[in-house]
């Protein structure tokens, strides 16, 4: 089944810095690839999310690349806030079947100011 | 904006008693899963249920785990017979047919003493 590895598992950058949260996924048929932001003790929210049809999607300051030959995506945060301080979690899932989604151990973000 | 619902926020049972796990997905969507996050790990696909079966399960899913689907809006997971290792938060999830977006409920959070 599918499998997917997050690197790294806590990120500190000061305010205004640049931060980058990288996946791998072992299943070529994966083709959904969404990031989902978790605060402490509340539900991941969706912060943006790459089909395997696109290379990369911008959201003001969020990003996403996809290389689907390597199998990694990658999540570039800009000019990063306190409040982007939270738990990050990438994921996968392939269309067929359930179209579960398959989580990264997720990433600790914090932002110092 | 719609949202999943789930009830109740915060559960505790003694070990060995039968709980319910209730969602409210969100009214035209066609997937449902339940996935659980224990205390500082990542998010785990428990069971995917489309088309009112279910559709794909994990091995955490045995024979103690069961969903239903009742009345055409609520979702539910009994767990029949809790064990310690059943404590953690308990997410509901809904998506449209295809690579959507999964659309997270605010989770159960289950104590088992």
Known sequence: ?113 | EPEVTQTPSHQVTQMGQEVILRCVPISNHLYFYWYRQILGQKVEFLVSFYNNEISEKSEIFDDQFSVERPDGSNFTLKIRSTKLEDSAMYFCASRTQGLTEAFFGQGTRLTVV
């Open chain 1, 1 to 113: 089944g599918e499998n997917v590895e997050q690197h790294p598992s806590t990120l500190s950058v000061q305010e205004g810095d640049s931060a980058v949260i990288k996946c791998t996924y072992s299943d070529s048929a994966s083709n959904y690839f969404p990031w989902y932001k978790q605060e402490l003790g509340k539900r991941p929210q969706l912060i943006i999310d790459i089909r395997s049809n696109v290379g990369e999607k911008k959201d003001q300051r969020i990003a996403v690349t996809l290389n689907k030959t390597a199998k990694h995506f990658s999540l570039h945060i800009t000019e990063t806030q306190p409040e982007d301080s939270a738990v990050y979690f990438c994921a996968a899932s392939s269309k067929g079947g359930s179209e579960k989604l398959v989580f990264g151990k997720g990433t600790k973000l914090t932002v110092n100011p």
